[in-house]
């Protein structure tokens, strides 16, 4: 049974790249909410054991696991090991993501070929292999990006693609999932202050003024939109491109 103080109470969570950024304020935020979390990590086994230690602290349950998002055996090991140490699969996080860029005519190869083992074929591995344990009720979640509905600047045309891939494939999935009970949506922030674009960085100069709220969004912003489509309450909603951006995209 569930309340509204635990909604997510007695659901397990798979939420990838969950050691830093959006993807721990998620990983913490489901916590609280009562799920037990497993997060994965690529080169950040620290920051990993931090996440875990303050979902421990409050209460919760949270493991770390290793796993390269590039990596399809790797993504399929961490979701069994999830269902190892819970039992079950009831919520993916697709968070883990690389942000490579430059003039398209500069991009070698060997970084299109990574983005697209992290920011497409991760998300379609993570998510095959959870849908195969999932049952009704369960939840799929992208992170995406406002750069797929506005493109600020130049040189991120392979991340917009990569993202835009995503977008497609939720779309399509909701009829496949649908009739099983399951729903997918995609939150695509916009400008949020992150590691890979810090609030006073080099693209906040560029962005910042096109903020409507005159401020870049935090990684706990982002992570309750995740909650809220995590949990009971969502249950009518699938197929949709949430943008949390600020009103940046409007």
């Known amino acids: 049974m569930t309340s509204n103080k635990f909604p997510l109470q007695g659901k397990m969570a798979l939420v990838t790249g969950g050691s830093r950024s959006i993807g721990a304020a998620i990983a913490k935020r489901l916590a609280a909410d009562g799920a037990a979390v497993a997060l994965t990590y690529s080169a950040s086994p620290d920051k990993a054991a931090q996440v875990v230690r303050e979902i421990e602290a409050g209460g919760g349950q949270a493991i770390a696991v290793q796993a390269d998002a590039g990596d399809p055996q790797a993504v399929r090991a961490a979701v069994a090991a999830a269902i190892e140490a819970f039992g079950a699969i009831d919520i993916l ?52 990006s406002s750069m797929t509905r506005y493109a600020a600047f130049p040189g991120a045309s392979l991340y917009t693609l990569t993202k835009g891939a995503v977008t497609g494939f939720n779309r399509s999935l909701v009829r496949d999932l649908g009739p099983r009970g399951i729903t997918v949506n995609t939150i695509h922030p916009g400008p949020t202050d992150t590691d890979m674009n810090p609030d006073g960085g080099p693209v906040s100069k560029i962005v910042g003024p096109g903020m409507a709220i005159g401020r870049y969004g935090q990684p706990q912003e982002i992570a309750a939109v995740a909650a809220f489509l995590a949990g009971p309450e969502a249950a009518f909603v699938t197929g949709a491109d949430i943008v949390a951006d600020g009103g940046f995209t409007a």
């Open 93 to 144: 996080v697709n968070n883990a993501g690389l942000a490579l860029g430059g003039p398209i005519d500069d991009i070698s190869f060997e970084d299109y070929q990574r983005m697209i083992a992290v920011n497409v074929t991760g998300v379609f591995v993570a998510t095959q292999e959870a849908v195969r344990r999932m049952g009704k009720g369960g939840r799929i979640i992208h992170i995406g």
